[in-house]
DNA sequence: TTGAAAGCGCTAACAC
DNA sequence: GTGTTAGCGCTTTCAA
């Protein structure tokens, strides 16, 4: 039953028209397709008879003989994300605007989930993919995409080995600016908390897997290094999602941290609660800092200072690259860096003590 | 240069594996596409020479010939809006979980981006449409994904005079309900605010661009007038995206209004702030109440009473539904209607003096 | 179980 | 300016 829809009603093609307005196929489908010449008369009468026939071009068949579908595909952790809402949304504006749909797909940060996107996006003939790598030290599962020879763009972070475009924060002089401030309040014991998963304790040097959080990770430690605080790595704490927020946090407090970077709002969200819970005051008995301004960083009480991406230009950026390679530009890799900026609110005070 | 990718690279084809495995293109076919049958012989040859030349699927020529693509479109207002890219994840679950994959596309909530996107749409040969109308009125824009007979589900909003299944939260009943509180708290003054389009005052039965913020509308006139409250429609205020959030909420306080039934958490967000600006206290000064559990209603000070909307659900069901209609089920459109649940918090207390 | 051939709707040469 | 023809990569009769 091809062309026929499960309605059993058959799609209108070129055919069909250029039948009704008696040209060949050839001629309907240049004035359809905008391409080639043809005379006003003839234009008149084919676009008559689309009209009247309800002729809806098929984007598919189109594909099948250019080569291009139009369509690029984003592979994101998960679209709930206020991160990868709004980078997904920089991307589908850049995309929009130069004729690209996009097809999204979910990772959940999962290797093999990725590889599976990848491959229903290659399957689709995307004319190219932007992901957010799950893994930054081990993108195998994007390798189907480099050999398929479709231009890949990484977003948010970058992967070992894979020779391709990527635009990223600058996370490292964020986590440095923001460390800054807490140690500039006199701050001598400040716990880094992240999710991401890490076996054993955090040395300095590890790589982690994701590039956003190792980076931040080098920019915490560069600040501490700067001021001469010995042993940084101990105060990098790592595994969050499996031992839970709130168990570090208490753990923390109990340690006698004075102050917390929290590697995304997420964290610094459970965080806050569980301070809340444990009655300790933000900033007085413990100051807080997180990365990305999230709506409720400046309607809590006390606002957060956050250290914000410029997460729409993030996605934007990308797809720009991306449709820039689709087009055939040759030029080698470029590995964009977007500044962060600080927003200094009301959760750093001096420590306690 | 069909076929041939941008870098000149052709794609790895039935045919050639079929000539690589010496078999005829239909069995080659047959057992790369897993249907029809062929001997273990066969199968495991054609199956190697895939794996030795790198075969890929073409999901587009499969489609050409089936008539199924396999993906679904999902039009929303915006992405970027939490609300929408938690029901585009409720919807991408059930999808993949189905084998069909989603292609996004904004509105921006305007009927020509939306006529637009359902165009797109119909060209890629979707095998469905999820679509939050922009317009519950005038949903003329949607007439082309209802003329192509292909399975349409609307989301969040109803349109008037589609006879297509819809799946939307109880509005009325959660806008009775949270304006219940806010009546039994003593309050005589409480207004209803909403960003939505309106010509001139709003008189009870008007129709409002949006079903659900008309339904809200509804349940809060229904609580005024079981209050025997006179007059209710002057408590609601409308059109606050063209006049300001900030000043209309000025000019409640001005006219000494007592509570705020916010339409939405972007519309209680910047009462939250405009309160806070001008030192009014919530709830001793005014009461404040909204619609979704968005992140900051539980972080604020007070944190905000909320009547939550079941998302992710409302997507995952639109999914659900709609996919069904794929597969064939000649069934009365269904209206399916999801109850809101009320988060109690501490934005509620008695009017002032 | 296997193969040959036709066709999905379109574009791209190439001729006239 | 217009028509003819040959594909794109796959599935699907229909025979063998």
Redesign the interface.
Known sequence: ???????G?REVTVSDVAAAAKVSKATAARVLGGYGAASEAVRDRVQAAAEEL?Y??????K?????R?N?IGIIVG???N?FF??A??GA??VA?AAGY??????SDEHADAEENAV??L????VDGILVAPASTTDPSALS?AV?????LVLFDRTADGLDVDTVVADNRAGARRLTDLLLEAGHLRVAFVSTIAHDGDYRVGDRLGSSSVGDRVAGFVDSLVAAGIDDPARFVRLNARRDGVDTIVRRLVDEGITAIVASDSLIA?AA??TLRELGIAIPDGISLVTFDD???TS???PAITVMAQPIHAIGAEAARLLIRR?A?DGAPRENVVLPQRLIERESIAPPAH
Do not use: Y
């Open positions: 039953m091809p062309a026929d829809h499960v309605n009603r309800g809806r071009p098929n984007a598919l068949a594909t099948m003989t250019t080569g579908s369509s998960d679209i709930e206020p809402a709004q997904t949304r589908a504006d929009k749909d996009l097809i999204l797909l979910n491959s229903v290659l399957a689709k003939r189907a050999d398929s020879g479709r231009p969200q806050f609660r999230a709506d409720w309607l809590s009480a689709i055939g």
